[in-house]
């Protein structure tokens, strides 16, 4: 069996769609003639761990290596107590996005080039010890990639470039400056050319990519993020007593809420009558800290409640609970945009209601119907729609309906797609290594 080293800064037992990307790829790929060796880093400061996980990838080969970057330096020096709070999103939040902030304003294209000093050099003995015969890097941190450049450089192993965000002029990528854009374009270019592969998670993100080797189209896939249909089968729903609307995933600026509570608001004053029927869960890290604020300033205190982070396994049977899934994206966001909830809002079979601009996630969304797209700026519609909702629900007629042809986004349909690429970039691997004293 071939050997793939899988370079992952965020991986479990931290959680979040990011690292359930690397870890859904670690469990299928031995069913495709792959054995997955991992190397990540130590215990970090984060907003959300989940240990359940681990319990997937059982045996699998992980390595982890030391990073002097702020988060991994704050959960070394932090007490217990301090680093609990970080990973349930706590107070400690605060610090690390002020840390982080201020930090890549001197690092591009972020922190984490503080890991690679401590990653390279481990990863380059992993290579040697494991007879490791492919490259796969995963981002973010998107400095992961010029680690993988290096290692290809210095052993001739294949380098497969995995993105599962945008880099340059990215949603999340930090760029305080023109230079900051300028370094990261740059950077992002040198990665794109010298990866034998490169993978995004939506097409509009591959097609950015393409530009930078336009003589190389063949090099270009989109394999997206997915579900994973055993995380469904074990979930178990029971009847709600009230008109139940979830929201799955962190609470942060490129998902904004303040659209819906106000046409939640609305309709509850337009209609009293429908408070303490209708309860909506906010399932997730409030990264921001203002949730709570928001929703008690406009009387929705005893309708909106806050879950917290919860691990994949809860937040899987939160949304198939749910009668309605909210779907809010910022105006701002980039047309590439695909949030990682949205294929498990998909294999829910649950209407879904969109408050924001036709993303490529949106798109995806509305092929299954059962999904209503509005503006942030039409609350009258929100209200609308949530009290047809309502009424659909009462009238018995708010159905699940299972979304059709959904197994391509099925988590080990997508790792059977990322094996043919490992085996294509392989067929003419040399076994050189030229690093021996590592």
């Not at 990528?173 to 740059?186: A, I």
């Not at 394999?223 to 729903?237: C, E, M, R």
């Not at 800290?289 to 691990?311: I, K, M, P, S």
Request: aromatic letters at 10%; hydrophobic letters at 40%.
């Amino acid at each position: 069996m071939k050997k793939v080293l899988i370079l992952a800064y965020y991986f479990p037992p931290l959680g979040m769609g990011g690292t359930q990307r690397a870890a859904k790829f670690v469990k299928y790929l031995p069913e495709f003639g792959w054995q997955p060796v991992v190397l990540t880093v130590k215990d970090v400061a984060y907003y959300a761990k989940d240990p359940t996980l681990l319990d997937e990838i059982k045996g699998a080969e992980i390595y982890r290596s030391g990073s002097l970057d702020p988060q991994r330096i704050l959960a070394f020096l932090s007490p217990k107590s301090s680093k609990e709070q970080a990973n349930r999103g706590k107070t400690t939040n605060t610090w690390l996005v002020a840390l982080n902030r201020l930090a890549n304003f001197f690092f591009v294209p972020d922190t984490k080039l503080l890991w690679l000093p401590f990653a390279i050099p481990k990863a380059l003995r992993i290579i040697k010890k494991e007879n490791i015969d492919c490259l796969f890097i995963t981002s973010p941190p998107h400095s992961s990639h010029l680690a993988g450049v290096i290692l290809k450089m210095l052993t001739g192993r294949p380098l497969v470039a995995d993105f599962r965000d945008g880099w340059s002029r990215g949603n999340f990528q930090s760029e305080p400056t023109p230079l900051h854009r300028w370094l990261n374009r740059v950077l992002e270019k040198w990665v794109v050319r010298r990866a034998d592969r490169v993978i995004g998670v939506s097409r509009r993100l591959v097609e950015k990519f393409k530009k930078h080797s336009a003589d190389q189209p063949f090099k270009f896939s989109c394999i997206t993020n997915g579900f994973d249909a055993a995380d469904f089968t074990k979930a178990k729903t029971i009847p709600n007593e009230k008109f139940t609307i979830t929201y799955c995933g962190f609470l942060k600026r490129i998902a904004p809420l303040g659209s819906f509570f106000l046409g939640l608001r609305q309709l509850l004053n337009s209609r009293p009558e429908l408070r303490g029927k209708i309860i909506v869960h906010l399932v997730g890290s409030d990264v921001r800290g203002r949730g709570a604020a928001e929703a008690r300033e406009l009387g929705l205190e005893d309708t909106v409640t806050f879950t917290g982070y919860v691990n994949h396994r809860t937040a899987v049977a939160e949304l198939l609970q749910a009668d309605l899934l909210l779907y809010p994206v910022a105006d701002w966001a980039s047309t590439d945009f695909v949030p990682g909830k949205t294929f498990e809002y998909l294999a829910s079979g649950k209407p879904v209601l969109v408050i924001g601009p036709g993303v490529e996630g949106v798109e995806i969304l509305k092929t299954t119907g059962g999904v209503e797209v509005l503006a942030h700026e039409d609350v009258d519609g929100i209200a609308r729609v949530l009290l047809k909702y309502f009424e659909s629900l009462q009238a018995g007629k708010l159905k699940v309906k299972p979304a059709a042809e959904i197994f391509q986004y099925e988590r080990k349909h997508l790792t059977h797609e990322l094996s043919k690429i490992l085996n294509s970039v392989t067929m003419n691997k040399s076994d050189n290594f030229s690093v021996e004293s590592f």
